[in-house]
Every structure is written in structure tokens, then in C-alpha cells.
């Protein structure tokens, strides 16, 4: 939607004090108390902002450093839905805590949850991140068993001298 400079400038205010007071926000609850906070010092509402929001869709397994594309949403609480649905394929650690046969079963289960969210180009596009990330896999498959050899072998380690020592 067009709008003039100061229009423009006033907003971008308003998302740079809810960014500020906010951060990263872990909730939906605190995105929309420090939103609610910034227009308020604008002397805004928030449907005067006329925001849409969106989710940068990251796990380096499938999807390397790519994002996979997600449709911008209208509110907060389809936000919140969408990442109450996305959340369990996508938090922190699951990766390294989690086999690569795990992982590739856990792909399916995210297509499904992922295919009611994406119009079908989206889903397209990330099957097609997901195909271009296969080296990174592997490279990835390959770290995973170096841990799981160097964790089912301690006493390896313990018997080879360390650099520089004699």
C-alpha cells in the first residue's frame, strides 16, 4: 500500500521501537505487547498499521542456508498458529539430537504440516531447497557418525597422545 515519506518514516519508527523493545520475540504475546507499545507511543493502533507477518523457515539439515518460503498472514494469531504447527520441526537442537533416519522421517511429517500452511508453488519451492541441500546432508551424515563413533569409542581418544605433547 503506498503512503508518503513522513507516513512512512512514523512507521518505520513504530517497527523499529517494537524491535528494539521486543527482540526476537520468543512469543506471539510479546511481539504483539511490544507492537502495542511502539504505535501507542506513535499515537497509533495496531490495525492502523496494517501489518502482515511472515516466518523465515530455517533447519540447516533439510534446507542448508537456504529459508523455505512461507505466505505472509494477517494477524498475529494465524502467525501463532503457524508456528504452534511448524514449532516441533524446527526448534532448536533437533538436529544434533536426532538420527539422520530420524530426521528423514521427520521430513514427511513436516511436508504434511507444511503442505496446509503453502500454496503449492511454496511447497514446491522447498522440496526443491530440500533436493539442492542433498551434499549438505551428507556432509552433515558424515559428522553425525564421526560423533557416534567417537561416542561409542572413548577410550580411542584417551589412548592417543595429544598435539604436541611426545
Not at 507477518?53 to 494477524?75: E, I, K
Not at 503453502?118 to 511447497?123: H, N, T
Request: net charge positive.
Amino acid at each position: 500500500k503506498a503512503c508518503d515519506l513522513p507516513l512512512a518514516l512514523e512507521l518505520l519508527c513504530i517497527l523499529m521501537a517494537a524491535r528494539l523493545a521486543g527482540g526476537y520475540a520468543a512469543s506471539t504475546e510479546q511481539l504483539r505487547t511490544a507492537l502495542q507499545s511502539a504505535a501507542q507511543e506513535q499515537g497509533r493502533t495496531m490495525s492502523e498499521l496494517g501489518l502482515r507477518y511472515s516466518l523465515l523457515l530455517r533447519h540447516d539439515y533439510w534446507f542448508g542456508r537456504q529459508t523455505a518460503p512461507v505466505p505472509s498472514m494477517q494477524s498475529l494469531e494465524a502467525l501463532d498458529a503457524v508456528r504452534q504447527n511448524l514449532n516441533p520441526f524446527l526448534c532448536k537442537g533437533l538436529v544434533s539430537e536426532q538420527s539422520p533416519v530420524d530426521l528423514e522421517k521427520n521430513w514427511t511429517h513436516f511436508l504434511r504440516a507444511y503442505s496446509q500452511i503453502c500454496k503449492d508453488q511454496q511447497l514446491s519451492k522447498a522440496q526443491r531447497i530440500y533436493k539442492d541441500n542433498e551434499e549438505g546432508r551428507r556432509k552433515q551424515l558424515r559428522s553425525w557418525e564421526q560423533m557416534q563413533m567417537a561416542k561409542e569409542d572413548p577410550l580411542k581418544d584417551a589412548a592417543m597422545p595429544s598435539k604436541g605433547m611426545p
